[in-house]
């Protein structure tokens, strides 16, 4: 699904509902490689594709800039010494049964060393695999999108750990999921939490993000 999202006018000389409403039958009934080039020919369009499904990503504000730049330079300073890597926005396939489908987090950690292999012998393929630990910082129009459809994605990979850090807020707030394995599947064990000071990532002993430099 397309979500579209536009703004009133008003002394419009067309009728911009019949508009939205003609891209919208247009989408729904396109097909996906049809989508799929529309999008890739807009300037700078972030997008993902989770279920065969598009999520416009939108352009991340200063603020959310400025913390995934210092969480992500505190991470990469800390796993190197665990032969694991950092990446930022950088998009990733979790199932390899589902070749169309990929979502670009705002921070991962990857210690699997085939899956940086592969990556690093030829990096204009898309990355594959399940990265240990994942960070999403929430922006005003993807909160749900973080905090429901991709826990519920990440989960289905089985991502051992996964942080949603909520910045809209006047007190920054952790949304802290750690996979709890079981008989069967995992399921995520959730806890809240004040984004302040340091705090330790689980799936990594050692590491950890001090929030009161991240948001400096």
């Known amino acids: 699904m397309l979500y579209i999202q536009y703004m009133e006018q008003t002394n419009n000389q067309f ?4 508009v939205i409403e003609g891209l919208t039958r247009y989408i729904n009934t396109a097909s996906f490689s049809r989508i799929q080039t ?3 020919a807009v300037p700078n369009l972030r997008y993902e594709v989770i279920d065969e499904r598009f999520y416009i990503m939108p352009s991340p504000s200063p603020r959310h800039q400025n913390a995934f730049t210092n969480i992500g330079t505190q991470l990469a300073a800390q796993v190197s010494n665990y032969n694991c890597k950092t990446f930022q926005t950088l998009d990733i396939r979790l199932f390899p049964n589902q070749p169309h489908d990929y979502v670009c987090p705002d921070i991962m950690v990857i210690c699997n060393r085939d899956m940086l292999r592969h990556y690093l012998e030829d990096d204009t393929k898309p990355l594959e695999g399940v990265p240990g630990f994942v960070i999403e910082i929430l922006s005003p129009s993807n909160a749900q999108h973080d905090l429901i459809t991709k826990r519920d994605l990440y989960l289905r990979a089985q991502v051992p750990e996964y942080w949603v850090i909520d910045i809209l807020s006047a007190l920054p707030v952790l949304h802290r999921f750690i996979l709890d394995a079981g008989p069967v599947s ?6 809240i939490l004040e984004a302040k000071g340091v705090i330790p990532i689980e799936i990594i002993p050692g590491c950890a993000i001090d929030f009161d430099k991240a948001f400096q």
């Open 15 to 18: 009728n911009q509902h019949l």
């Open 186 to 191: 995992g399921v995520y064990r959730e806890t």
């Open 38 to 40: 529309l999008l890739d």
